[in-house]
């Protein structure tokens, strides 16, 4: 599950001219202590963006992952994205939620960023179960047409692909007028939504469960969210 949907991303990235970079050592893939579940990293230059990041984990049938987060130049105000899809297979249920993550809730701010996503929405029903959060805070990061969609096999295997087709063609169309948020308060609000995100992540039990704790901990502050990546250079690919 879900590896058309890495590959489809990863063409896309390629066809914004993106370029693999190195993931720290240790990091871009690791074995499951109990032996049953791998996890791989990748990390992106693309242009427009400081950061872009994939993760995809793979425990069979009991669970599949595929997460992603992109983090736009400092001289860019556009919506952090963040995608984030599991698949249990044993019982059968997809948890997927794709959002434009705002960096303010505010009015101009959507008018300029959200047109497309309120039409997906529109259009996608199944993906409008956002009432159905419950550790994270909806007004924080999270804009009012984030798709959410807890459902089964039938919407993983053929609303997703076409949600998360669109979802991601959208996220690139995104206008590129002039920032209105300083590159210095566009750096604050993206490292205060690292911080968010790594205090509210639900999976850093389940990392700690699969992977040990040293290792998920580090995964966390170095990888996932490590706040501002400015200060350590990553070489290319
Ligand atoms: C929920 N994400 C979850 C859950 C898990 C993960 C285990 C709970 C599933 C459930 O509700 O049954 C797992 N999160 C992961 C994993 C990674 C991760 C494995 O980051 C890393 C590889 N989460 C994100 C991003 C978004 C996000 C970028 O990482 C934004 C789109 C959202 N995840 C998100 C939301 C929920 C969730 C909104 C539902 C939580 C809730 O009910 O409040």
Known sequence: M???LLEELN???????????????GLSERYSLKGQGVIRSWLWDVPGFRRWRVTRMDVGEKLQVFNSVAYPSYEKDQPIMGIDLLWFGLRGKLVAILDFQPLL????????YYPGLKLLRDRYQEFNDQATMRTYDMNKYFSPWVLLCRGGIKEA????????????????QLPQTESSIKPQMVRKLQISYDIYSAENDPAHGLF??????DWADRFLKEFLFPQDISRSGFEEY
């Open 208 to 213: 700690k469960s699969y992977f040990g704790k």
């Open 2 to 4: 879900f590896d058309s």
């Open 157 to 172: 295997r053929t609303t997703l692909p076409l949600v998360f087709n669109e979802f991601v063609d959208n996220y690139f």
């Open 11 to 25: 063409q896309s990235l390629i066809l914004n001219k993106g370029v693999l970079l190195r993931v720290p050592e």
């Open 105 to 112: 809730q505010e009015q101009d701010y959507f008018d300029k």
